[in-house]
T-cell receptor, first 112, second 113 residues
Framework: KQEVTQIPAALSVPEGENLVLNCSFT??????LQWFRQDPGKGLTSLLL?????REQTSGRLNASLDKSSGRSTLYIAASQPGDSATYLC???????????FGQGTELSVKP | EAQVTQNPRYLITVTGKKLTVTCSQN?????MSWYRQDPGLGLRQIYY???????DKGDVPEGYKVSRKEKRNFPLILESPSPNQTSLYFC????????????FGPGTRLTVL
């Protein structure tokens, strides 16, 4: 059974720092992996989607990498800003396509 | 505006009183799904639908029903709600689940007394 783990559960950094969020999964047979952002009391916003054949995706200050063989993905945030404060979740889709398994998220706080 | 809408956004009800949470998307997506989010347990998938009249169980389907009679709508039905179904519920949709990102609704906070 696929399990997704995110470490750390919470992270606090000063503004301007570059940071890395980690996501690991137990079954490497995935179709894609997606990173989301969730603001308090709000729904999820998709940040980046990496197909299983891809190694990384970039959007602005965000870069997500995928290493299927080791069951790991990282989300790199460059030059963090207070507006980046939110919970970041990763989710993997299995080969059947229908199911999406989420990690429990990393709560990020960027201090001015 | 492309969006996923859920109604109601907040609901307080009592044990055993049937309820329906509606979900609608205006993006012509084939795939729709329901999740619940609980502290310490994260987001867990309840049911999903690959297309009209096609539904499948996620990881926590017990106590829930769904239907997909139209492409744009995917209601979540609780026939006899219980307090352990108190949670934050999200609906999501996408074009082709294998290759496209999912769009999420704003959430429905349900309390069952």
């Amino acid at each position: 059974k696929q399990e997704v783990t995110q470490i750390p559960a919470a992270l606090s950094v000063p503004e301007g720092e570059n940071l890395v969020l980690n996501c690991s999964f137990t079954d490497s047979a995935i179709y894609n992996l997606q990173w989301f952002r969730q603001d308090p009391g709000k729904g999820l916003t998709s940040l980046l989607l990496i197909q299983s054949s891809q190694r990384e995706q970039t959007s602005g200050r965000l870069n997500a990498s995928l290493d299927k063989s080791s069951g790991r993905s990282t989300l790199y945030i460059a030059a963090s800003q207070p507006g980046d404060s939110a919970t970041y979740l990763c989710a993997v889709r299995n080969n059947q396509g229908g199911k999406l398994i989420f990690g429990q998220g990393t709560e990020l706080s960027v201090k001015p | 505006e492309a969006q996923v809408t859920q109604n109601p956004r907040y609901l307080i009800t009592v044990t055993g009183k049937k309820l329906t949470v509606t979900c609608s998307q205006n993006m012509n997506h084939e795939y729709m799904s329901w999740y619940r989010q609980d502290p310490g347990l994260g987001l867990r998938q309840i049911y999903y639908s690959m297309n009209v009249e096609v539904t499948d169980k996620g990881d926590v389907p017990e106590g829930y029903k769904v239907s997909r009679k139209e492409k744009r709508n995917f209601p979540l039905i609780l026939e006899s709600p219980s307090p352990n179904q108190t949670s934050l519920y999200f609906c999501a949709s996408s074009f082709v689940p294998l290759y496209n990102e999912q769009f999420f609704g704003p959430g429905t906070r349900l309390t069952v007394l």
